[in-house]
């Protein structure tokens, strides 16, 4: 690719500005990197701190559940029997109470603790609601996790890891429930917003997320639609824009709740000061790269424009548009007398073009005419030999029907006032042609079925009858027995290089001598180089007119039939033709 004057001065100066304003860029960026990266260290250690403090209360209120389950007191009331007296029963009943309400004490969150004794079905709670025993108490989720439902964490522990709905059938003896209340975590959410800023939420899977009193909901769904909290990571920070500002967002997986600690901070507030600062910078960098382009434009209008004017008008003349000038400005300097130059050198360049281009037109024509005139005259001899044998013959009728069909074909080939003739008088001639050729011999049938659609086409005089001749001399003529001719056509649409043209073929088809492919590319060979002494007149004659006429992949072309013998095919192009179905041959 060629670069003109003035886009290699505007790359220049691309060139010369565009590495500052990357450097500037870079080393801006690395600022900004450095800035938020501590700022993602220092609010993922803070949250961390915070998801440590809540999961250390939490895990405090589970280790109050398996200290209960392996309790003295539970395990005598566990293991009574009938004998045991009442008495007894109730003092450990009222012991277990006490504990139960000790250990909820001692904590600093809300919660309840619920035992339950399915063998003896009996409840023991902190909460007065549920002293009676009920069999759906028995259902339960897996212990060991915290689940959230019906409004509160619950975590469960059972003497028996194998369960089903029926604990009393696999063994389970005792089964602990403890729950807590929600806002305790929301309180201590509220803490760390107040202390540390953000926005910070629980996000509990399956869950609406626990929020703080004064959380945004359109930030905290925001976060939830484009962030991925269900990947292997338990850690990390995410930049994430939301109603046009930045955020920095930290999340912490808790390992008691299996819950992800969310905490957006805004970054806009420590990144404007840096923002401006690089605005600043790079609308410099700009209004001199305009000023330095004003400047490239104005040697563009003064230097480029008369040049590409010129490069132009070579370019079509170069195409062969040779009426081409250019027009010439009125200021008095180099490139107006070049453009004046241009304009005496194309118009010069015109005149001997078209002298020329008549003479390449009469040349033209003049070997056009010399190739339609060379006719085998051995044809003429051979038939005048027949009327002459048929004479001595004394037989009247063939030599009256060679005459007549003799003097038809002569008449036509010798007539000069025009190089152009139809398909139809082609193949009325070939008809004379084959007749004079039945009558010479007794071996020779034909047939002639070319669509009636092509019958009006213009072509050359004496296309097909040399290529038939040939047919029988060579093809036929060799061959013990009979021989049989066949002449076809048909018509192809094609498009070649974005233009319509039709394709026409004329088929001369005989079933004699058999070329091998060797022989048949040799052949091809010869028909387009300088006739010499190895092929006949009439083939070379025929495939050179086609060429000098119709250019493209016209004139002759050969193929081998399966069955014994050689097609001919006589094609030419033309273009933009009516005729876009094609035909078979025959």
Same mark, same amino acid.
């Given at each position: ?5 003035f ?15 990357l ?13 938020v ?22 895990e ?7 200290t ?104 389970v003896?005792?089964?602990?429930e ?13 803490d760390f ?48 824009e ?10 912490v ?111 033209r024509?003049a ?7 060379q ?11 027949y009327i ?5 013959l ?14 038809? /074909?002569? =008449? @036509?080939?010798?007539r000069?006032? *025009? !190089?152009?003739? +139809?398909?139809?008088? &082609?193949?009325r ?24 659609q ?6 050359p ?39 319509? /043209?039709? =394709? @026409?073929?004329?088929?001369?088809? *005989? !079933?004699?001598v +058999?070329?091998?492919? &060797? ?26 007119r ?24 006589i ?16």
């Amino acid at each position: 690719m060629k670069f003109t004057v003035f886009a290699k001065t505007v790359i220049l100066l691309i060139c010369l500005l565009v590495p500052i304003l990357l450097l500037y860029t870079y080393a801006n960026q690395e600022n900004v990197d450095m800035v938020v990266e501590e700022k993602q260290q220092s609010s993922l250690n803070q949250f961390n701190y915070f998801s440590s403090q809540v999961d250390k209360n939490i895990e405090q209120l589970s280790l109050y559940g398996l200290t209960l389950l392996r309790d003295p007191s539970i395990l005598h009331y566990r293991y009574m029997t009938d004998s045991t007296s009442q008495y007894e029963k109730n003092s450990i009943y009222l012991d277990i109470l006490d504990k139960l309400s000790l250990y909820q004490s001692t904590s600093r969150w809300k919660n309840d603790i619920t035992i339950v004794l399915p063998q003896a079905e009996l409840v023991l709670s902190t909460m007065s609601s549920r002293t009676v025993y009920d069999e759906k108490m028995l259902t339960f989720p897996q212990p060991g996790q915290w689940q959230l439902e019906k409004g509160s964490f619950t975590y469960f522990f059972t003497d028996n890891y194998e369960w089903n709905e029926k604990p009393v059938n696999t063994g389970v003896r005792t089964v602990m429930e403890i729950n807590f209340d929600p806002m305790n975590v929301v309180a201590m959410l509220d803490d760390f917003k107040e202390t540390q800023g953000g926005d910070p939420f629980l996000l509990v899977p399956g869950n609406d997320p626990l929020l703080n009193r004064t959380a945004d909901p359109e930030l905290v769904e925001a976060i939830m639609r484009d962030m991925p909290f269900n990947g292997p990571e338990r850690e990390g920070n995410h930049q994430l824009e939301v109603g046009g500002k930045q955020y920095l967002v930290s999340y912490v997986y808790s390992k008691q709740l299996q819950a992800v600690y969310v905490n957006p901070v805004v970054l806009d507030d420590l990144l404007t000061p840096m923002d401006k600062s690089r605005n600043m910078f790079i609308t410099s960098i700009l209004l001199l790269l305009v000023l330095s382009i004003g400047a490239a434009l104005l040697l563009y209008r003064k230097v480029q424009v008369p040049i590409h004017r010129l490069m132009r008008g070579l370019q079509q003349i170069r195409k062969g548009q040779l009426s081409t000038r250019i027009p010439v400005d009125h200021s008095r300097d180099e490139f107006a007398y070049l453009t004046q130059s241009f304009n005496h050198m194309a118009e010069q360049i015109q005149e001997l073009i078209e002298k020329v281009y008549e003479e390449r037109i009469r040349s033209r024509e003049a070997t056009l005419k010399h190739l339609q005139s060379q006719i085998n005259p051995h044809f003429l001899y051979n038939c005048l030999f027949y009327i002459k044998n048929m004479t001595q013959l004394g037989n009247r009728e063939a030599v009256i029907a060679m005459s007549l069909s003799l003097g038809d /074909y002569y =008449r @036509y080939i010798t007539r000069g006032e *025009n !190089d152009m003739t +139809t398909v139809e008088e &082609e193949i009325r001639l070939l008809d004379h042609y084959l007749s004079i050729q039945q009558m010479r011999t007794n071996r020779l049938t034909y047939e002639i079925a070319v669509p009636q659609q092509l019958m009006q086409l213009h072509i050359p005089r004496l296309l097909i009858q040399p290529i038939v001749e040939n047919a029988v001399i060579h093809g036929i003529e060799p061959m013990e027995g009979s021989g049989h001719v066949v002449v076809t056509g048909m018509a192809v649409p094609e498009h070649i290089e974005g233009r319509k /043209y039709t =394709r @026409y073929s004329l088929f001369v088809d *005989n !079933d004699g001598v +058999t070329l091998t492919a &060797e022989e048949i590319a040799e052949l091809e060979r010869e028909i387009n180089e300088p006739m010499g002494e190895e092929i006949g007149t009439g083939t070379w004659n025929v495939h050179q007119r086609l060429v000098t006429r119709y250019g493209l992949s016209s004139g002759l072309h050969f193929g081998a039939i399966p069955y014994g013998g050689l097609s001919v095919e006589i094609r030419w192009f033309e273009e933009e033709q009516p005729h876009d179905e094609s035909d078979g041959r025959g």
